[in-house]
């Protein structure tokens, strides 16, 4: 698992025409680092995350939308069964 952050690119005559990988940072080894570093939210100001609460945050968003997703795919399926 790994975070890379990504620039836009543009033309000579400044159109936008894709995306460039700069580096990749192997999550685990960085962890620490993320861990200590503080997050600011503009919405609230008196919230304190630190940038592994919201990458786990993040996840955890994304698991449940897959478990939900293979839920409703379940449902579906068992509707139309004979």
Known sequence: MGICPV???YDDDGNYFGLE???WIY???ARPVFAQSIVFNRSNSAEERTYD???WKGMDAL???ERIKNELFEFEHELWEF
Do not use: T
């Open 7 to 9: 620039r836009n690119l």
């Open 21 to 23: 990988e700069m580096f």
């Open 27 to 29: 999550y685990p080894e």
């Open 53 to 55: 609460e919201l990458f």
């Open 63 to 65: 698991l449940e939308a």
